[in-house]
C-alpha cells in the first residue's frame, strides 16, 4: 500500500465541460419511461425534473434537489427528457447515482478513455504517477504497529515499524514463523492502537453506533444467530444483514472464549467498490462480553451490512460467541 494516497468520496470529479456530459451519459439507474402529462420535459430538450426518487419505497432525492461542486455550481439531480415519439424519460446525475447506489470512491472521468468510472479510481504508484485500477486504493489502517525483521549488519536481528525499504535488509514475516518473544512484541503494538470501548455516535451507511442501554430489551423482534462459537488461528469474519422492517436498533453481543485478547473490527461495507465505513477498533479480553448496538436509518435501506473480524492479541488463535439481535424500539 506504500506510495498510494487515501482516496475519498468524490462527487464532483469533473472539469468544467464535463458536467453535462455526466448528466446526458452517466446514468446507472434505470431509465425511467413514462407519458408526459404536465408538458415537464417539452420538445426543447432536457430539463431539471421535479419528481423524486425512491428506494424500496423511501425517498432518496427530493423533487428539484441539485448538487453542489467544489467551485460552487449547482446542477439538477434528475432529468428529464422527451424523446421523438414525446415520451419522457427520467435520468439520474451521475455523481447523485454514485451516492444513491453507494459506490466506493464516488464517480471519476477518466479522460484518456472518455468514460465515466463507477468504483474505480485513480491512484498514486510508488514513482508518483497517477494510474487507474479495478480496485479502490485505500489506506485505513495504521501501519506503525507491524513488525518487519531486520539487521544491524551485525548479525543482531532488530524489530521495526512501519512500512520499511527493501535496502534496508529488513523482511516482513507472518506470525507463525516469528520467535514467541517477536510475536508478542506485535500483539503488544498492535493493541496499542486499540481501543478498550466504542466511540458512540460514529456512522456508516444506515447504522449509528449507540450505547446498548438506549435500546428497549422488550421490543426484541428477530435473532439471526444465537451464542454461536466460531474460532480461528488466524481472524474470523462474519458479515451481517439488518433491515429497518424488524426495527430501529441491530445489536451484535460479542464474547471472547478464547485463552487470548482479540482485536474486534466492525465495519459496513460500501454496496458497490471495496470501501467501508469504519467503527472504533477495541480489544477484547478473554472471558469479556460486549454488546455493540447501532440505531439503524430506514432511509438508507441498501446500506444494511456489518461486517465483524476479529484476531487474536496472543496465543491460541480467536474463538468467539456471537449472537445477532435486532430490536423494534429504543427506551
Known sequence: MRGKREMKRNYTPFAAG?????LLFGLIASSFAANSKDGEAADSGTVPASISVGMFLQQQIAPGETLTTENGGAAPKVL????????????????AAAELFDVSGGVHFREEANQL????????????????SNELRVVRERTDFLLAIASDGKGNRILTGGNVPGSSGAKTTLLADMEPEDRQAYWAR?????????????????????DPAEINVGSLSGVSIKDREFHSA???????FFTSRLGKYAAITIENTGAAEAEIEIRRPHTI????????????????????????????PLENQ???????????????????EQYRSGK
Open 190 to 210: 498492535h493493541k496499542s492502537i486499540l481501543a478498550d470501548k466504542p466511540e458512540y455516535g460514529v456512522s456508516g451507511g444506515m447504522y449509528t453506533e449507540v
Open 306 to 324: 456489518l461486517q465483524l473480524k476479529a484476531a487474536p492479541l496472543g496465543e491460541g488463535g480467536v474463538t468467539l460467541k456471537l449472537t445477532n
Open 273 to 300: 467498490g471495496g470501501d467501508s465505513d469504519m467503527f472504533t477498533s477495541i480489544y477484547l479480553p478473554a472471558g469479556e462480553k460486549i454488546t455493540r448496538a447501532f440505531r439503524i436509518d430506514e432511509n438508507k
Open 117 to 132: 468510472e463507477f468504483g474505480a479510481a485513480p491512484y498514486e504508484n510508488a514513482d508518483g504517477q497517477m494510474e487507474w
Open 234 to 240: 488466524e481472524e474470523i469474519r462474519e458479515t451481517f
Open 80 to 95: 428529464a427528457y422527451a424523446d421523438t415519439k414525446g415520451e419522457t424519460h427520467y435520468y439520474i446525475e451521475a455523481t
Open 18 to 22: 464535463m458536467v453535462t456530459m455526466a
